[in-house]
């Protein structure tokens, strides 16, 4: 009888503990949510990020953030400090040809924000597709995902979420919402 009570015991001190560590992750993850807006200059150069320069089909286009785009959201307000995008107009989704159709992208950016007097820069990749919907239509959508890959405050960061905006093909200019999580 009293071995049967110590494993029980055992098992409910185990079970406690897993529950105790589960809801300190669970509340460390902290609600991203905000904008970046800019606009992109097409470079004859590929992307020296890994990530950023993938190029399944191509042609590819590769854009840079000049000038520097800003940043606002609760992580705080700052600056795109670096950005390189490859669309890959190969890899669409329709004939080449057609003013219909997404292309896939991948990007990487480094953002500086500021919030509550502390600076913090942080390592994102993106990928997605940007949409022409109507093709008399200079303004293209973009949907995909971010993923966070460390800060200079703490390397282990990580996070992910979602992408949405505009890209207008003409003058170069973007807008971005996104949303997700950070676990610090």
Same mark, same amino acid.
């Given at each position: 009888m009293r071995l049967n009570t110590l494993t029980k015991?055992?098992? =409910?001190?185990?079970a406690t503990? +897993?529950?105790?560590?589960?809801?300190s992750q669970a509340s460390a993850q902290i609600n991203v949510a905000g904008t970046i807006k800019g606009s992109l200059t097409p470079t004859g150069t590929a992307c020296t990020d890994d990530y950023a320069a993938r190029c399944v089909v191509g042609p590819c286009l590769t854009f840079t953030a000049v000038p520097t785009p800003k940043v606002s959201g609760n992580l705080g307000t700052g600056t795109i400090t670096a950005m390189c995008v490859t669309e890959d107009p190969g890899? @669409?989704? @329709?004939?080449?040809?057609? @003013?219909? /159709?997404?292309?896939?992208? +991948?990007?990487? =950016?480094? /953002? /500086?924000t500021t919030r509550k007097g502390k600076t913090t820069l942080t390592e994102v990749d993106i990928a997605g597709v940007v949409c022409r919907h109507q093709g008399t239509s200079p303004i293209d959508m973009v949907e995909g995902g971010f993923g966070i890959e460390g800060q200079d405050t703490d390397p282990a960061a990580t996070g992910w979420g979602t992408l949405i905006g505009t890209f207008d093909k003409s003058s170069h200019v973007f807008a971005l919402k996104f949303k997700g999580s950070l676990t610090p």
């Amino acid at each position: 009888m009293r071995l049967n009570t110590l494993t029980k015991l055992a098992g =409910l001190v185990v079970a406690t503990a +897993f529950i105790m560590t589960w809801a300190s992750q669970a509340s460390a993850q902290i609600n991203v949510a905000g904008t970046i807006k800019g606009s992109l200059t097409p470079t004859g150069t590929a992307c020296t990020d890994d990530y950023a320069a993938r190029c399944v089909v191509g042609p590819c286009l590769t854009f840079t953030a000049v000038p520097t785009p800003k940043v606002s959201g609760n992580l705080g307000t700052g600056t795109i400090t670096a950005m390189c995008v490859t669309e890959d107009p190969g890899g @669409n989704t @329709n004939e080449a040809t057609t @003013n219909h /159709s997404c292309d896939p992208f +991948f990007g990487a =950016l480094t /953002s /500086s924000t500021t919030r509550k007097g502390k600076t913090t820069l942080t390592e994102v990749d993106i990928a997605g597709v940007v949409c022409r919907h109507q093709g008399t239509s200079p303004i293209d959508m973009v949907e995909g995902g971010f993923g966070i890959e460390g800060q200079d405050t703490d390397p282990a960061a990580t996070g992910w979420g979602t992408l949405i905006g505009t890209f207008d093909k003409s003058s170069h200019v973007f807008a971005l919402k996104f949303k997700g999580s950070l676990t610090p």
